[in-house]
């Protein structure tokens, strides 16, 4: 399997509420749970030091002493498929087989780290993702043949399970939540198959939710640290001071050095019992597709600060559009807890747990507003909506409408037809669409592309492209100009200052 290259990339060379048990310490320092308990272990007392105690290079020769026995070499092979043509068993198939050359075997390397002493074993999903074998070797060069228990590609969490004879030594997993950044913290991995190497650094960030290993990764919170790690540490184990787990090594940055991603232990901590007991995560959602709000856009509905998730859209019959969540609305907390980006919203929404009913606060044309909603089962199937610059048609000549159009901050507008309105859902609304783009203009800036079609300004519905020019030209240099725009399928906000 190959290493991603996207924002960053991964790092394999393969491409709540639970109850927590009492703890012993081995001869070796490594934590033990009880057999029969919960299934990880927390607060670990290995090595544990004074939080303003001064760290020194035999800490770090204790620590990697003392939690190594618990991480292992994740080794996979993938074979390919032979595909015989039609949709039953060919009878002669097994004799053609014993005389057709073996097929080609893809082979990865990865890490994990054991979190109970049956045998259960934390990775990442992309080491183990196609896999048809998973190999499990210990630092004492035991091995095992692993089982896939459960797994989920949208956070990069996969559970795996070996049968061993007798008690295996696990890592006690931390709070990621009290990490803070420029706390010491080593990695243990398997860089290019190169066997329990431990690297040191510090956490130079966290939360950062802008890094998107691969298309299929929709929940990042990640930890950034300089600690050293390349192919082949994915699924290894971020670990403090104390020997408490804290991330699980997931992936580097494409085109640095020393910048590598861990996903934070106490969100796998949320999926593991799903992934136990169902083999995947059932997730819970709202029922709205929601945006970042900048600066202009708060300024625009009457905040005082960015913060908050914008609904961009309400889903018609969803759990949002039943409580009575409307387009516009900003969610600014849930259930008590502060929504500063919009990307808190999703992973909150979506560990809640279908049918529980949840406070949202929401500001609704700068007026507070305290709403209920009973979160329905997120549709898995329904492929994720994302508000991202470039995903229209581009710019230039070619878009649907009168060439000679209306032309106004950097743009070529004609009014929006009656039947483009019902194909796109709004049989009754008025608008223009975007004919073309000048670059360097201030809709270009902003982000407006062709065919865009803006149905509102500033709350106002635009009756045709001649009334949305005179409600431009009626704005003063400066104010704020927010429309309302379909792209698509998915329906956005966009505000900038008027020059």
Known sequence: MRIRHVKVAALSLA???????????????????????????????????????????????????????????????????????????????????????????????????????????LTNNHVIDGADEIRVKMVNDQEFRAKLVGADSRTDVALLKVAAKGDLPVIALGDSEKLEIGEWVIAIGNPFGLSHTVTAGIVSAKGRREVQPSSRHQYSDFIQTDASINPGNSGGPLININGEVVGINTAIHAAGQGIGFAIPINMAKVLVPQLKDRGKVVRSWIGVHIQEVTADLASSFGLDKAQGALLAQVVPGGPGDKAGLKQGDIVVAFKGKPIQKASDLPWLASTAGPGEKIDLKVVRQGQPL??????????????????????????????????????????????????????????????????????????????????????????????????????????????????????????????????
């Open 370 to 499: 305290d709403l209920a909603v009973t979160l329905g089962v997120h549709p898995e199937d329904e492929p994720a909506k994302a508000f991202v610059r470039g995903s229209g048609a581009g710019r230039g000549d070619g878009a649907t409408g009168d060439s000679a159009g209306t032309h106004v901050l950097g743009l070529e507008l004609t009014t929006l037809p009656a039947e483009r309105a019902r194909e796109l859902g709004f049989p009754n609304a008025t608008g223009v669409v975007v004919t073309k783009v000048t670059e360097g203009g201030e809709a270009d800036e902003a982000g407006v592309e062709m065919n865009d079609v803006i149905f509102r300004v500033n709350d106002t519905p635009i009756p045709n492209a001649e009334g949305f020019k005179k409600m431009i030209d009626a704005l003063g240099k400066g104010q704020v100009v927010r429309l309302f725009i379909r792209r698509g399928e998915a329906s956005m906000f966009i505000a900038f200052r008027k020059r």
């Open 15 to 121: 491409s709540v509420g639970i109850g927590f048990g009492l703890s012993s310490l081995t001869d070796s320092g490594v934590v033990w749970a009880k057999k029969d308990g919960p299934l990880w272990t927390e607060k670990s007392k290995v090595n544990r030091l004074p939080p303003d105690s001064p760290v020194t290079l035999s800490s770090f020769a204790k620590l990697a002493k003392e939690v190594s026995s618990a991480v292992v070499n994740i080794s996979t092979v993938s074979r390919a498929r032979q595909r015989f043509s039609g949709p039953h068993r060919d009878p002669f198939q097994d004799f053609f087989r014993r005389f057709m050359p073996r097929m080609p075997e893809n082979r990865g390397v990865g890490t994990g780290f054991i979190i109970h002493p049956a045998g259960y074993i």
